[in-house]
């Protein structure tokens, strides 16, 4: 599956942004989907997967009520909804694929796409 995602920007603290996430691919509905982010000088970590099925959803307790991830396999597309948005949120997302097992892990997803950058001015 080859991944696209976007929707980055600059926005003020307490605003809102939709991350989209495109996936090409025959088999999407198969693939657990998650978003992760890379802030500078940190390393890469998870904030919000959800499952092939949508029964399972896990949030970053940084960004629990705040951050929102969605899926539409009809249309291929994975989205991350970010409101009440901080400084500390400023990094690169990036979305990410992998058809095993539901994980939290980096390591356990196999498929990437680029990022797209969010920065949040105070």
């Known amino acids: 599956v080859q991944l696209q995602a976007s929707g980055g920007g600059l926005v003020q603290a307490g605003g809102s942004l939709r991350l989209p996430c495109a996936a090409s691919?025959?088999?999407?509905?198969?693939?657990?989907m998650g978003w992760f982010r890379q802030a500078p000088g940190k390393e890469r970590e998870l904030v919000a997967a959800?499952?092939?099925?949508?029964?399972?959803?896990y949030y970053a307790d940084s960004v629990k009520g705040r951050f929102t991830i969605s899926r539409d396999d009809a249309k291929k597309m994975v989205y991350l909804q970010m409101n009440s948005l901080k400084p500390e949120d400023t990094a690169v997302y990036y979305c990410?694929?992998?058809?095993?097992?539901?994980?939290?892990?980096?390591?356990?997803?196999?498929?990437w796409g680029q990022g797209t950058l969010v920065t949040v001015s105070s």
């Open positions: 990410a694929a992998d058809s095993r097992s539901f994980s939290t892990g980096r390591n356990d997803y196999r498929y």
């Open positions: 691919g025959r088999t999407f509905s198969n693939y657990n």
């Open positions: 959800i499952s092939w099925s949508g029964s399972r959803t």
